[in-house]
């Protein structure tokens, strides 16, 4: 749940040096889903979802989690998340989560759209388990960038989704969700920091031609080849698998 999109609260944003992290860095793409605005007082986290990023881009690992509040969930926020009080009494508090999260996310950075809201919901969390908060230093808020990027312009996660024309009909048809939410907000992390990298792109490239050139050692086969087979097996080469690979790579360039 990233809260009021024009209201950053307590966290300082990133300078954008720390947006442009080397590659194999690990970070924490994160969201939250709430019973409300108000972290200190009675509100609650009903749902947790991270996503994994090396090189900016997801591995496929993911941290999710349901809590149960303790207490009922207020009409406006089940209209938002549609996390009812009688769907999450079924799961367990936020105690029996948190070490599984804070084991998932390790030291890596993190990174939530208005990131104000997301850490002071998961630090008043931890305060009552008396356990560490997360700190600002390690916090990547593509909120700020987006406004650094597209100052004056609508910079929701659903108005960059359409900016960077980022798929967003799972989440038209089921509503938010903090994991959904952060795989959307994974894409327009990438496109944030400048889209597909270069390196990256080549290198899928290269090896796609390692691969391509890779020798299989088969049996011998029972006959030399004539030079008819010979010659209709460098045409094929020449005519088929190197122009199939020029164009798989033009079709998979940015």
């Known amino acids: 749940m990233t809260g009021p999109s024009g209201q950053p609260k307590c966290c300082a944003a990133a300078p954008a040096k720390e947006w442009d992290r080397p590659l194999n860095d690990r970070e924490i793409v994160f969201d939250t889903e709430t019973t409300g605005l108000d972290a200190e007082g009675d509100d609650r986290v009903v749902e947790i979802g991270c996503l994994e990023l090396v090189n900016h881009l997801p591995t496929g690992e993911t941290f999710h989690a349901y809590?149960?509040?303790e207490r009922n969930m207020p009409?406006?926020?089940?209209?938002?998340h549609g996390l009812s009080e009688e769907f999450l009494k079924q799961h367990g508090v936020f105690a029996s989560v948190a070490d599984d999260f804070l084991a998932f996310i390790g030291d890596a950075p993190m990174i939530a759209h208005n990131a104000t809201f997301d850490m002071r919901f998961?630090?008043?969390?931890?305060?009552?388990?008396?356990?560490?908060?997360?700190?600002?230093?390690?916090?990547?808020?593509?909120?700020?960038?987006a406004r650094t990027k597209f100052p004056g312009a609508q910079n929701s996660l659903d108005a960059l989704c359409r900016r960077f024309d980022v798929d967003t009909s799972t989440r038209e048809k089921d509503g938010h969700g903090a994991l959904l939410d952060s795989e959307l907000l994974a894409a327009v992390y990438l496109e944030l920091?400048?889209?597909?990298?270069?390196?990256?792109?080549?290198?899928?490239?290269?090896?796609?031609?390692?691969?391509?050139k890779t020798?299989?050692?088969r049996p011998p086969r029972p006959h030399a080849a004539s030079a008819d087979e010979l010659s209709a097996h460098k045409a094929f080469i020449e005519n088929e698998v190197i122009d199939a690979l020029w164009l798989k790579d033009?079709?998979?360039g940015p």
């Open 215 to 217: 020798t299989t050692i």
């Open 122 to 145: 998961i630090n008043a969390e931890m305060a009552r388990l008396g356990k560490p908060g997360l700190t600002d230093d390690r916090i990547i808020d593509t909120l700020a960038m």
């Open 250 to 252: 033009e079709q998979s």
């Open 67 to 69: 809590v149960n509040p």
């Open 75 to 80: 009409q406006g926020a089940f209209e938002v």
């Open 193 to 212: 920091i400048g889209g597909r990298q270069p390196g990256l792109v080549l290198g899928a490239q290269e090896t796609a031609r390692t691969e391509a």
